[in-house]
Nanobody, 119 residues
Framework: QVQLVESGGGLVQAGGSLRLSCTAS????????VGWFRQAPGKERELAVT???????YYTDSVKGRFTISRDNAKNTVYLQMNNLKPEDTGVYYC?????????????WGQGTQVTVSS
């Protein structure tokens, strides 16, 4: 069973930066697609960014140019560098992992880490 643990959230002023980490345990994830999602208060969870196992990335428009996803397969960890944060980036951030061979859906989720951006 894969477990994902996020860390790195916190309170930051608008324009500031945070780096989130998500570490997987249970097995290596070098051939899995990974993603970061976020859920703002009162809103549904939304996709922010993904990275496939070959390194290809997708960024939703609202985070392009500000967020960067990366992974260290040796550490079983995926990162989300968030720069120039805005109040609308506030929410709980979740990492997710997709099982090898699946083309859609996310099979494992972390517990989430809170990001709060003050204006």
């Amino acid at each position: 069973q894969v477990q994902l643990v996020e860390s790195g959230g916190g309170l930051v002023q608008a324009g500031g930066s945070l780096r989130l980490s998500c570490t997987a345990s249970g097995r290596t994830f070098s051939r899995n697609n990974v993603g970061w999602f976020r859920q703002a208060p009162g809103k549904e969870r939304e996709l922010a960014v993904t990275m496939n196992w070959t390194g290809g990335t997708y960024y939703t428009d609202s985070v392009k140019g500000r967020f960067t996803i990366s992974r260290d397969n040796a550490k079983n960890t995926v990162y989300l560098q968030m720069n120039n944060l805005k109040p609308e980036d506030t929410g709980v951030y979740y990492c997710a992992l997709r099982e090898i061979g699946r083309n859609s859906g996310w099979d494992y989720w972390g517990q989430g880490t809170q990001v709060t951006v003050s204006s």
